[in-house]
DNA sequence: TAGCGGTAGTTAAATTATTCACAATTGTTT
DNA sequence: AAACAATTGTGAATAATTTAACTACCGCTA
């Protein structure tokens, strides 16, 4: 299983399925097929398929696939099969939004560890983390082996926050601020950015010439 | 300019392009060649001369693109040169962060009207935007011709809510929800899913065999 | 004004991703 | 036990996207 060989855009899916799967074991199924799970998701089932067939065999002809078995499979693969400390640089009102959140725990991810530049913050407990000092975090990060770190400062400092944990170790970063961050190659980047998303809606409901305006009338 | 024949992938491109350039004006930068822009964004130059290209020709050879130009051109494609006024549903935690966040604004999204089903929060009043029952979502959106939804309710009730919303008449949604909504086809729709993102990348994370463990001495 | 370095726009090629289509297999029904 | 309906996994075909390569052009310099 060779992961230059199967392409990130399945990777990005994958998370997706193990969601659908979740909603689907909750609801009380145990078989899916892909057909079913495909309109779940609103996608073809020949690329469900595809996507699992990089990873081995999983379901059965004629049935289907096991949904508890299956979304043990993937969470596996992705590694979601364990827990992933992880830490939070800056702790303004997007920083605290997300220590609150209480999404992230449920899937492994825990916030061990919150910094901030602001000596009115540190010292501060902010849901049971304390927020402490920049000059913290790469002994930190190396101590406790956090493989993760949430980037949520200001975009003027959000490079220079990333470069820090880089050097301290973190393998991959959340960003949440507004820039296009430079990472070495072997760390890997998640932006997060809303005005990006909106952005990029706003095309779309601007009107556009697709079409004749008035209807064609034949002769 | 047929918007079935731009890919969407260009679309979501085009945004970066517009928040580099901003970057490089504050910077004063007065000109950009496809290469500067691309080392900027790490991405190759034909990409970017490609992807322009789709939209009309924009630059001087020998030369680059006016900054200023280019910037005001895209945000016109983008139809970022108008105010885009939006609605909030769900004004929790993750709401009253986003009605707070600074980021919006300037880009011409402005959140005009809040809503949330909790009498509770009915009333309040949030960095100046007043808090409505969910009853009057469909005749404010009509009233004011909203056109964009921000959705940062629980996953139970989201879509829900964003059945609300396309009835309402919006066409284009923000979804923070952890959920794949269904909407009409004529609605444009964004997920902000920061669990999904730390899903596919811890796979990166993982050990996996792609290359040889040890070096391999030849004979 | 001729030549040159540099860069856009564009066509073609290469690469990547998706969809199709079908053999193989499963469980069920008659 | 045979026929049948359903569904996977996959190789091939198709479609989409990216990259490369090249022509035309711009502004500068000698």
């Known amino acids: 299983m060779n992961r230059t060989e199967v392409p990130d855009v399945v990777i990005l ?44 065999r ?7 696939y096991n949904v ?17 400390p992880a830490c939070l640089v800056g702790v303004g009102r ?3 939004a997300i220590i609150n959140y209480s999404g992230f725990a449920p899937e492994g991810f825990t916030i061990v560890a919150a910094f901030d530049r602001d000596p009115e913050q540190v010292g501060r407990n902010i849901a049971g983390v304390e927020v402490r000092p920049m000059s913290d975090l790469r002994a930190t990060v190396a ?7 949430i980037v949520s400062v200001p975009a003027a400092q959000a490079q220079s926050v990333i470069d820090l944990l880089v050097a301290g170790g973190v ?38 010439d ?7 009338t034949l002769p």
Chains 1, 2 share one sequence.
Do not use: C
């Open 13 to 56: 899916r994958l998370p997706l399925y193990v969601r659908a799967l979740a909603q689907l074991l909750a609801g009380g199924a145990e078989v899916v097929s892909s057909q079913q799970l495909g309109s779940l998701l609103q996608m073809t089932p020949a690329q469900i398929r595809k996507d699992l067939s990089y990873f081995g």
């Open 58 to 64: 999983f379901g059965k002809q004629g049935r289907g």
């Open 68 to 84: 508890r078995f299956l979304r043990e499979e993937l969470r596996r693969i992705l590694g979601l099969d364990r827990k992933w």
């Open 94 to 96: 997007l920083g605290q």
């Open 143 to 149: 101590d406790r082996e956090i493989a993760v770190g």
């Open 171 to 208: 393998r991959g970063i959340l960003n949440y601020a507004p820039i296009a961050p430079q990472v070495p190659l072997n760390v890997v980047l998640r932006n997060i950015d809303p005005v990006l998303s909106l952005q990029s809606m706003t095309f779309y409901l601007l009107p556009h």
């Open 210 to 216: 697709d079409g004749p305006a008035l209807p064609i």
